[in-house]
Nanobody, 127 residues
Framework: EVQLVESGGGLVQAGGSLRLSCAASGFSFNDYVIGWFRQAPGKEREGVSCISGNDGDTAYVDSVKGRFTISSDSAKNMVYLQMNSLKPEDTAVYYC????????????????????WGKGTPVTVSS
């Protein structure tokens, strides 16, 4: 059974940083694409960043490019999202998601493409 558990969310001031972690289990890490998505209050869930467990290829949505960095540790089955220069509009619940496959669907995997989800970790950025 695929399990994804997020951690690291919290309250931070604008301009600050947070690092989110996603602990993955129940599947072969190298056979999956793992991504971060977010859902702000009253808005639809949207993609943020993803990484291929196979080759480390990454993708980012335009709104976070240059500020967020995704990384993984295959030995620990962990995926991280380093978020810098946070803005109030980054406030959302952040979800870790996974889908079987070795390559990232471009330009970014849609929400409905991902087939396993964690429960999310909230991030609040105050102005």
């Amino acid at each position: 059974e695929v399990q994804l558990v997020e951690s690291g969310g919290g309250l931070v001031q604008a301009g600050g940083s947070l690092r989110l972690s996603c602990a993955a289990s129940g599947f072969s890490f190298n056979d999956y694409v793992i991504g971060w998505f977010r859902q702000a209050p009253g808005k639809e869930r949207e993609g943020v960043s993803c990484i291929s467990g196979n080759d480390g290829d990454t993708a980012y949505v335009d709104s976070v490019k240059g500020r967020f960095t995704i990384s993984s540790d295959s030995a620990k089955n962990m995926v991280y999202l380093q978020m810098n220069s946070l803005k109030p509009e980054d406030t959302a619940v952040y979800y870790c998601a996974a889908v079987w496959g070795s390559t990232i669907v471009r330009p970014f995997p849609p929400v409905g493409y991902m087939d396993s989800w964690g429960k999310g970790t909230p991030v609040t950025v105050s102005s």
